[in-house]
């Protein structure tokens, strides 16, 4: 009934997005630190509204429109940086892969279309690049290997090479 409150999982209200980064630099760097920004002023971290919390389709709204909360920075945790091989041009299992987690604005049927921009810092350099990412609640939605190949872009490059999808 609409009175009783479900039980609310992480994956009932969030999508999530996994990315691998492919060195094609031609030399070895090290990674300091990625972060991801919404270009179309989406939230991406922070508090969020849940909307129809007492029924089997949730989904968030934007709760903040502070610019700290359109961004998500993944650094290490104990300070070390990440070094990207040139082996990392082909054999991707030396490619850092992550996780990101975005929030589902659409209930379980829709998708959300989050259009983001990466920044890799490396080096007193900086790489960005332009991807959207289609997410939908209760899985993994997309796999993208994102290539590095110039530290020092002049814009943010908008090709991203898909690798796979599933739930």
């Known amino acids: ?6 039980n609310l999982d992480f994956h009932s209200v969030a999508s ?14 090290t990674l300091d630190s990625i972060v991801f920004s919404s270009t179309d002023s989406r939230q991406l971290s ?11 389709d949730p ?29 990392a041009t082909t054999d991707t299992t030396s490619s850092p892969s992550f996780y990101l987690v975005l929030p589902a604005y659409k209930g379980r049927h829709d998708s959300t279309t989050f259009r983001l921009t ?3 810092y490396a080096e007193g350099k900086n ?4 991807f959207t990412v289609t997410t939908r609640r209760n899985g ?26 599933g739930t």
């Open 59 to 87: 989904s968030l709204t934007s709760a903040s429109n502070a610019a700290a909360d359109k961004k998500i920075k993944l650094s290490s945790k104990n300070g070390t940086s990440l070094q990207l091989s040139v082996a």
């Open 127 to 130: 790489f960005a690049r332009n």
């Open 140 to 165: 993994i939605t997309y796999m993208k290997a994102i290539a590095v190949t110039d530290l020092t872009p002049a814009t943010p490059t908008t090709a991203v090479r898909l690798v796979g999808n």
């Open 1 to 6: 009934d609409s009175t009783t409150a479900f």
């Open 16 to 29: 999530i997005a996994r990315l691998q980064l492919v060195n094609e630099t031609g030399s070895a760097f």
């Open 46 to 56: 922070g508090i969020f509204t849940v909307n129809n919390y007492k029924t089997e």
């Open 118 to 120: 990466m920044t890799v």
